[in-house]
Structure formats: structure tokens, C-alpha cells
């Protein structure tokens, strides 16, 4: 799977002369690399449809059952490969579907193309059927956003958002295209195959635009190494950026030689081992108290590819407030944003890490006082959690499974969004790039399924497992039928609380315990006490190996400790799609936690 970052030599299109845009758009996308989109159709896309009927051993069309569902798979595929993903729907209904996947794409910086239908041009404003003015609602959520109004832009367009979608710092880009404009006839000269590379290849325009970024001098690299040779208690602090400049390789190559300690953001997991003697594991709101200390007491932050993201500030004056900060990042609008450093760098970091790896710098003094005392916090506060006698607890469900999988190098975990989502973070140790794939600056329930399905599609050889709970399984459950329709065989270990567990953990905290809608059974079902106190998941509602089996899927209930190796057992060696239903309580806590606007001070570990 690491080899797949590499881009895939485009194919050529067959030469016969484009009939009209929609067929434009689709000899563009194969010229792009384009081999896998994710399309829901309706009006006014469905000339692209046809369009892509003329090249079924090209590109494969995958229906979802929802548009969100396909946005999602979209992310799937271009977080697992570091490709562009492509979605597409109708206007209207179909398009404002999509929109929560621009965002999430916004901010977790991946490049996705998303293709709507739009009315005709000539019904545009005037609130036809199905209109919706996409490129204004989603302007400020994507990097890029289009109308087309000529259907002889549509080369230069499709060049463009992916040049835009994948350089730079990684974005969505959103094309929005009228019908009229799919069904245009079109008026070039197709006479020789020089014609057709012209047409697919003109000159981008795109004014202002820095997709490469410059690169940096000698002096500044320089006073980052000696700023390095100064330091007695580093930290490197790396994000998301790593991943997507493909720097995982390169940075541990860093580490190594500079024996500094790594802490990653929740996008960066992956990027170094986090069960390594160097690493410390994410930082912020859940992350290890070991990295929240160590960042808190670094005299020198190397902040790589970060954003300095509220949920890992927490409170932004006291973070990092002890040392001094060098702040790398490809977008120049990240620097200073929410924490000026003392020293900001606007780079690729792939690039600079590789020149900072050639100058061979290192502390001058030993670090070994500085790895005592983060061995120390390792030690006496590592993450944890409390068996409950003899049913199965959420965390311990993920560390089985990390268990029997951590020396497996086919794994890609993705997840919901709530308690599942950070104690997969926490206890599912990841040690590669593009293995975790989660939904982290928007927070969107409902993620973990289309996004698992995407991965799969892009890595047929992999296992991968959508570990979600039951409020966010539920947003997007529709799904397990293209799984099965569309032959992607997957694999749900859903930690079943019945409850939307980090809303109620919210309300123990500072809602002084009232449930206000966190409970997701029958709402005349005597209060649900959980498994914990004893009721099985035959009071679980709803059925979800039941509706599993309706599906297609196979599946199998659980709740007691001696079930749960069998269970996990079952589900990994299943040919077929396969659901865990594990009935776990709802009473336990993420563990520990910085509240908002509080600093490491104010940690909660218990
Ligand atoms: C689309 C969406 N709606 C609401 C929220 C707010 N929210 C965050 S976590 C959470 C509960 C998630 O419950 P579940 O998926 O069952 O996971 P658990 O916390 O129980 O593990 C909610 C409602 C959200 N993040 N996304």
C-alpha cells in the first residue's frame, strides 16, 4: 500500500472526437487518472451518466445510496491513496447532499473534485426546479469553486481543479456545470492526434495562484538547525501536512537523527509509530497526557505541517508557552493565524526535511535528561481504561483488535465521529500514513462507512474496517447496499452504547449528568441502564445484524468479554461484508481531557 502514493500514469482516451461536454468532461477525467468516481444521478447530470457508459473498462461508476454517502467514499479514496477522489451528482437535492463532504474535504485539507449538474444556463436565477446556487453557498468551503459558462472552458476547468485540488495545500474544488452545457455540441478540430492533446491540455489561467511552493533559503534553514543545537527539551509537533507531502519517510529519517521526541496531531497519526520509544502520541483535548506534558515543557516546538488546531491548543496563550516555536507550513495564511511563532517557514515539508536531514543536525547537549523525564509521564500516566467485570468496554474491543492486527500491513481503520473515534486514536496504535482515515476538523457523523467503502474500492488487497458507534453508523447506514450491490466486501466493528456517547459524556461533565436527546432506544423504555448493569443485547435497539442480514451482510451480536476474540475472529476472516455488533456501555468516559479553553493544567484524568 505505500507504494500507491505514487500517481498513476494518466491513460490516454481512445481519439474519437467528443460528441458533446458531458463527453468532455469524461475524457478529461481519464486523462486526469481518473479511475474510480462516485455518482448519484438525476436531471441534470445524466449526460454525464451516458457519457461514461462509452468508457466502462476506464473508469468505474459506483451509485451510492445517498450523494452523502458518495462524497464520503470520495474522501476514502483520496485520504487512503493521496489521489484526487471524484464525486458527482445532480443540481438541486443532489448537490446541497454534498455539501458536508466539501466542508469536511475544507478542513482536513483533501483534494477532492466534486462535479455537479446544474439547471440550464438560461434558467439560472430564476429559481427553476432543482437550482440551488452552488458556487455561492460553498465559496468559502472550497479552495476552488466553477460555473461553467463555455462549454469550451471545460478542458481548461477539469486541467485546473485538479492542478488546484492537489498541489499546494491539498482542497476541494467544485465544478458546477449546466446541462445545456454537457449536451453542447462540440466545435474543435479533431484531425490528428496532436488535436486531441491540444484540446485535453490548453494553458491553465489561473492568475495569483502558487501551487508550487518556493524554496527556502540556506539562512533559513540554518536558523532552525542551530536553533535545534541550542534546544534541551524539543518537541516536533507534526500534522496533517506531513501526510500529504508524503513526508512520513523522510521525518522518521529526521527523528532518528536528531533524536527528537514526535508528537502528532489526530490528522498526523500515522505519520511516526506512535507506540515508538520516540513517540509521545497525539496531543490536545484526548490526546496522551505524555504529549500534552512534554509540549507544555518544550523549550523548542518543531511545528510540522500543523494548524494549531482549538482542539490541541485548548487554551492558545498557555500552549507551548515555555520555549520557542519554528512553524513550517506550505499555506502562508497558517502562519501566525492562531500562535505566532518565532520562527515561521511557508515550504514543502518533504523538501525541507530532506535539506534540514543533509545538515545533520542534532542537540548539542544529551537529550537523556529531557527522554527521563517523558519516559516518566510515560510511565506513570500512560492511556488507560478500567475493565467493567466481564462485559466488553468499547476501548478494550479496539485493543483486541489492535492485537490480533498490529503486525498485519494491510489494515485501514476509519471511524464515526464520538467516543469510538478517539479511543481508536487512542488504543488502535498506528504506524503508517494513510491508514487512519477519519473525519477531524469538521467532525462529521456518519463518516466512517462511505469513507471505509472508498478506501476499499482504491485498495481491493486491504482490510478494511469502518470502527463507528451506533448514533454515527446511522447517518449513513444505507450504504452496507452498495457494499454489497457494488461487490466492496466490508467490515463494521460497531461499538453499540445505544447513546450519542460523547454528547452524554459532555452532559456527566458539565451538564451536571440531565440527558437532553443522547439516548438512542425507545423513548418509553424504562431508563436504559446499560450493559454493564446487566441488560444484553437483546434490549438493544435497533437490530442491526438483522438489518446486516437484510442487506446481504453477515453478522453477529456480542456483549460478554468471552465472545469478543471470536467475534472480532469472525468478522476479519469473512469473505463477505461482516457487522460486529458489540454491545458496550455507555457510562465510560474518553480519558483524559482537557476541557475547552482550559490548559494542560486543567486535565481531567479521571
Ligand atoms: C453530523 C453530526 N451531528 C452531530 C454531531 C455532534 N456529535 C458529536 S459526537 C456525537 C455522538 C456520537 O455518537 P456515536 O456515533 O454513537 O458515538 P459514541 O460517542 O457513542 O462512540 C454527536 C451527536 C456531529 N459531530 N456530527
Not at 160 to 188: H, N, Q, W
Not at 513 to 525: A, E, F, M, Q, S
Amino acid at each position: 500500500m505505500t507504494d500507491d502514493h505514487a500517481r498513476p500514469t494518466p491513460p490516454s482516451t481512445p481519439l474519437t472526437r467528443p460528441a458533446n461536454g458531458a463527453e468532455v468532461v469524461v475524457d478529461a477525467l481519464i486523462r486526469q487518472g481518473v479511475d474510480t468516481i462516485f455518482a448519484y444521478p438525476g436531471a441534470c447530470s445524466m449526460p454525464l451518466h451516458h457519457a461514461f457508459l462509452l468508457h466502462p473498462n476506464q473508469i468505474r461508476v459506483i451509485l451510492p445510496r445517498h450523494e452523502q454517502g458518495g462524497g464520503f467514499a470520495a474522501h476514502g479514496y483520496a485520504r487512503s491513496t493521496g489521489r484526487p477522489g471524484v464525486c458527482m451528482t445532480t443540481s438541486g437535492p443532489g448537490a446541497t447532499n454534498l455539501i458536508t463532504t466539501i466542508a469536511d474535504a475544507k478542513l482536513d485539507s483533501i483534494p477532492i473534485i466534486f462535479i455537479t449538474g446544474q439547471v440550464q444556463r438560461a434558467s439560472i436565477g430564476s429559481d427553476a426546479f432543482q437550482e440551488v446556487p452552488m458556487i455561492e453557498i460553498c465559496g468559502s468551503i472550497t479552495k476552488q469553486h466553477y460555473l461553467v459558462t463555455d462549454v469550451r472552458d471545460l478542458p481548461r476547468i477539469v486541467k485546473e481543479a485538479f492542478y488546484i485540488a492537489t498541489t499546494g495545500r491539498p482542497g476541494p474544488v467544485l465544478i458546477d456545470i449546466p446541462r445545456d452545457i454537457l449536451t453542447s455540441p462540440i466545435d474543435a478540430a479533431f484531425d490528428t492526434p496532436e488535436d486531441f492533446e491540444q484540446y485535453y491540455n490548453p494553458p491553465m489561467n489561473l492568475p495569483g495562484y502558487v501551487g508550487i511552493a518556493p524554496e527556502i533559503s540556506a539562512t533559513q534553514l540554518a536558523t532552525i538547525a542551530q536553533m535545534i543545537r541550542e534546544s534541551k527539551r524539543p518537541v516536533i509537533y507534526a500534522g496533517g501536512g506531513v501526510i500529504s507531502s508524503e513526508a512520513s519517510e523522510v521525518l522518521s529519517q529526521f527523528v532518528r537523527q536528531s533524536g527528537i521526541p514526535v508528537t502528532t496531531t489526530l490528522m498526523g497519526l500515522g505519520c511516526f509509530p506512535s507506540k515508538d520509544p520516540l513517540g509521545l502520541h497525539f496531543l490536545g483535548m484526548h490526546g496522551a497526557t505524555t504529549a500534552n506534558f512534554a509540549v507544555n515543557e518544550a523549550d523548542l516546538l518543531l511545528a510540522f505541517g500543523v494548524r494549531f488546531d482549538d482542539r490541541v491548543t485548548c487554551n492558545v496563550e498557555k500552549f507551548a508557552s515555555h520555549g520557542r516555536i519554528v512553524h513550517v507550513d506550505i499555506d502562508p495564511s497558517e502562519i501566525a493565524k492562531i500562535k505566532k511563532p518565532t520562527v515561521a517557514i511557508v515550504g514543502d515539508l518533504r523538501q525541507i526535511l530532506t535539506r534540514l536531514l543533509a545538515l545533520q543536525c542534532h542537540p548539542n547537549e544529551s537529550l537523556q535528561p529531557w527522554y527521563d523525564q517523558i519516559n516518566g509521564w510515560k510511565q506513570s500516566e500512560p492511556l488507560h481504561w478500567n475493565p467493567v467485570n466481564g462485559w466488553i468496554s468499547a476501548q478494550m474491543a479496539i485493543d483486541r483488535l489492535w492485537q490480533m492486527t498490529h503486525d498485519r500491513d494491510d489494515m485501514i481503520i476509519t471511524t464515526g465521529v464520538g467516543q469510538h473515534q478517539m479511543w481508536t486514536a487512542q488504543f488502535y496504535h498506528f504506524k503508517r500514513p494513510r491508514t487512519w482515515i477519519s473525519s477531524l476538523g469538521l467532525g462529521t457523523m456518519g463518516f466512517g462507512l462511505p469513507a471505509a467503502m472508498g478506501a476499499k474500492v482504491a485498495h481491493p488487497e486491504a482490510t478494511v474496517i469502518d470502527i463507528d458507534g451506533d448514533g454515527s453508523f446511522q447517518m449513513n447506514i444505507q450504504e452496507m447496499a452498495t457494499c454489497t450491490c457494488e461487490k466492496i466486501p466490508m467490515k463494521v466493528l460497531l461499538l453499540n452504547n445505544q447513546h450519542l456517547g460523547m454528547v452524554v459524556q459532555w452532559e456527566d461533565r458539565f451538564y451536571d449528568k440531565h440527558r437532553g436527546h443522547t439516548y438512542l432506544g425507545p423513548i418509553d423504555h424504562p431508563e436504559w441502564r446499560g450493559a454493564g448493569d446487566g441488560l444484553g443485547p437483546a434490549d438493544r435497539f435497533p437490530n442491526y445484524v438483522g438489518i446486516a442480514q437484510n442487506y446481504g451482510w453477515a453478522g453477529r451480536s456480542i456483549a460478554h468479554v468471552d465472545e469478543l476474540d471470536d467475534g472480532l475472529r469472525a468478522m476479519l476472516e469473512s469473505p463477505k461484508s461482516f457487522l460486529l455488533d458489540v454491545a458496550v456501555p455507555y457510562q465510560e468516559h474518553v480519558l483524559p481531557m482537557i476541557p475547552p479553553g482550559y490548559s494542560v493544567e486543567n486535565m481531567i484524568r479521571n
